[in-house]
């Protein structure tokens, strides 16, 4: 029998599942290692990969980078590889090379966590989908459930929001940080994991990750604008997503500064996007509640994504 292996690449970690055993290995990333070249980190995936994957398995890959999973070419990651190289990544051709016995399917870790909010939480008479992840890095997928399938364009890409310009009220200095992939006031420069403690500093906050939901319980003024600062790009990004496309059923949103916060975070964003601001807006409280799904730590798994995908239970087409 074949073994399948899942595995995830992310900014911050890389996760391999054998079985039901997972283990979990600081990323092969700029963000974890900013001193060694993207060459270096490569070959320290290939490695660790070729470690951990028993012979003849089938390995099914969710990545967090732009890429076309129809080739298992790469374009891109700042989380993983900054704002280098330009070009391709011929990601899945170096992983056959070292291990031809292995049958590899590469996801994008997006399409995985769609993958797997659909199957948790797609209600019956949802038609068109939308998940959204808001970690190391931040991008959106959507998928048309009545065909199952999830439309790219000609390079494989749909989403990559975090690399747009950011619509915000925040002064100046942070409407001028530094986004991963180059850019500057990128949505991920503001209201990614990195982003987050980014304007904090630049608005003089004390900020800590590990304590900042208790924080916001207790009621602290200064967390509470650092929140209401890093959602806003991110409730922009939505309304024009829900003012573009009516048919958008629901929306969720996960990734680790989403989850830690759940609550709170959902309910700034609920906020922000029920203020109206002209005729053109018709999102009341309980609409945006319709549609908003903030999830919960647990909620997501892109291991098992990436399993659905392989299997094909969303098709992704170039259109």
Not at 78 to 102: N, Y
Not at 240 to 250: F, G, K
């Amino acid at each position: 029998m074949t073994d399948t292996v899942s595995a995830d690449l992310g900014g911050t970690w890389l996760r391999i599942r054998v079985g039901s055993a997972i283990e979990r290995f600081p990323a092969p990333s700029v963000l974890q290692q900013p001193g060694l070249s993207v060459d270096r980190l490569l070959q320290q995936l290939v490695d660790t990969l070729d470690v951990h994957v028993p012979h003849g398995a089938r390995v099914n890959m969710s990545c967090g980078a732009a890429l076309d999973e129809q080739k298992g070419v790469a374009l891109g990651s700042g989380p993983l590889w900054g704002d280098a190289p330009s070009g391709e990544i011929p990601l899945l051709h170096m992983l056959s090379s070292r291990r031809p016995d292995v049958r590899w399917t590469l996801v994008n870790d997006v399409t995985a966590g769609l993958a797997s909010y659909a199957r948790g939480f797609a209600r019956p008479t949802d038609r068109h989908l939308a998940y959204i992840t808001i970690s190391s890095g931040i991008a959106v997928r959507t998928a048309y459930l009545a065909e199952k399938v999830v439309p790219v364009d000609h390079r494989g890409l749909q989403g990559e929001v975090g690399h747009v310009r950011a619509v915000s009220s925040a002064p100046p200095a942070v409407l001028r940080l530094p986004c991963a992939c180059g850019g500057v006031g990128h949505i991920s420069s503001m209201s990614s994991g990195p982003g987050v403690a980014a304007v904090a500093q630049v608005l003089g906050i004390d900020y800590e990750e590990r304590i900042f939901a208790s924080s916001l319980a207790e009621g602290t003024d200064d967390l509470a604008r650092l929140l209401t600062v890093v959602v806003e790009p991110i409730a922009e990004l939505i309304r024009t997503m829900i003012t573009l496309d009516p048919r958008l059923d629901r929306i969720g949103i996960g990734g680790g500064v989403a989850e830690g916060l759940v609550e709170f975070y959902e309910r700034e964003l609920i906020a922000q996007l029920a203020g109206s601001r002209s005729y053109a807006d018709s999102l009341t409280s309980d609409r945006v509640r319709e549609i908003i799904h903030v999830c919960a730590p647990g909620d997501i798994d892109t291991l098992s994504g990436a399993d659905a995908i392989a299997d094909g239970y969303l098709r992704v087409t170039k259109i």
